[in-house]
């Protein structure tokens, strides 16, 4: 069931139409080999250019990874509300109206954004390959969706349905993939994407194209990281990450491991391997037909190449789910009842914590 939370007013203006998604995929040509990355041996190549379905292509040369010149495309966010909704584990209105005041007055200004929110189920999907997906976090939000949460997102919708900010839900999928699947539709239509979240699957997503904007509690403020900061981070591909946390596991996410069943197997050697190859499948590919490392490593990836793909399909965000962008998403938003509408928001929570603290003192009396 697909749930979308209209905006009270919004004014519609042409624009290219949307053309069916295509899937992901990245290519990887090495042409050389030769060079130490932190320590660690790996596969590097003078020349070597990778793409992908979200238009996302760049070279590397000798180490250096040249990124192409900026483009005048339109942006559109993306803003994954879930995470926004708490201060720390704990449910919190006043968070959301934090993050989504600083988000709406210094990030997004009056670019098309779309929000989108989990599914009361989650991902069935995920839970059917591994029971122990994301095991707390469902079982923390169940405990709270017929209380603080479940009276919280009317709250949330109405906030947001006011400032002209769609907001997206469908049921049994995680906003991730409702985000991920869009992002593909929005770029075909030869927009930006920005992300906002503090999500890290959404690295996966990073291209020329595809940015993040990261909430940083610490700083009090939105950050920007695009795929120059992964790079300079990480020195390698975003689809390289997917494939080590597939081997070492997320623990953040409930996903296991391999160390376990294959004790030595940790984040050293599974980076060097990953660097080597590119990506997990292409490991795993040669894996089957010639030795890639060491015995208790070529053991593993041949004896849990499935274990292996399994989480690899957990941990990879789907671009499959059943939404369709629509065309009013992608126009400039109606920015007019920001102010009125925050101010308002403010003042009902600045109410609501002095009625429950009136509350208390009357308990305890």
């Known amino acids: 069931m697909v749930e979308v939370a209209v905006p009270t007013r919004v004014h519609i203006t ?13 290519k990887i040509v090495v042409t ?28 590397v040369d000798d180490g250096q990874i040249l990124l192409p010149k900026k483009t005048s495309k339109k942006r559109v966010f993306f803003l994954d509300v879930n ?13 959301f109206a934090h993050w989504v005041s600083l988000f709406f007055n210094q990030v ?34 169940r405990q709270f969706s017929k209380g603080h949460v479940g009276r919280s997102h009317g709250v949330i919708t109405n906030v947001l349905r006011k ?62 990281y695009t795929l120059k900061h992964y790079m300079a981070q990480y020195n390698c591909d975003p689809c390289c990450d997917l494939s080590l946390r597939c081997i070492v596991g997320d623990q953040a996410d409930g996903v296991p491991g391999i160390q376990h069943l294959a004790p030595g197997f940790g984040q050293k ?44 399909e957990i941990l990879s965000l789907r671009r499959d789910v059943d939404v369709r962008l629509r065309e009013e998403w992608l126009v400039k938003r109606d920015t007019s009842n920001d102010s009125r509408t925050l101010s308002n928001f403010f003042k009902f929570l600045e109410e609501t914590q002095k009625f429950s603290h009136y509350n208390v003192s009357v308990s305890n009396g």
């Open 32 to 59: 050389k080999v030769a060079r130490k990355i932190s320590g660690v041996v790996a596969s590097s190549s003078s020349t070597f250019s990778t793409s992908s379905g979200f238009g996302y292509k760049q070279k």
């Open 108 to 141: 997004s200004l009056s670019d098309p954004v779309i929000a989108v929110v989990d599914g009361e189920r989650g991902s069935e999907h995920r839970r059917q390959l591994l029971p122990s997906y994301k095991a707390h976090r469902w079982k923390f939000l």
């Open 163 to 224: 400032c002209n900010v769609p907001v997206i839900k469908i049921e049994g999928h995680e906003a991730d993939d409702v985000i991920a699947t869009l992002v593909g539709q929005v770029l075909q239509s030869g927009y930006r994407v920005v992300i906002a979240s503090p999500d890290k699957d959404f690295k996966q997503l990073l291209s020329e194209d595809v940015q993040l904007v990261i909430p940083l509690e610490e700083l009090e403020r939105w950050s920007f």
């Open 14 to 26: 042409p624009f290219l139409s949307v053309s069916p998604y295509l899937p992901i995929c990245r």
């Open 269 to 312: 050697t599974a980076l060097k391997l990953i660097k080597k190859h590119g990506s997990l499948e292409n490991l795993l590919k040669t894996a089957a037909v010639r030795t890639v490392g060491r015995q208790y490593a070529q053991d593993a990836l041949t004896k849990h190449a499935d274990y292996l793909r399994r989480n690899y």
């Open 83 to 95: 995470p926004l909704c708490y201060e720390g584990s704990k449910p919190s209105l006043q968070s």
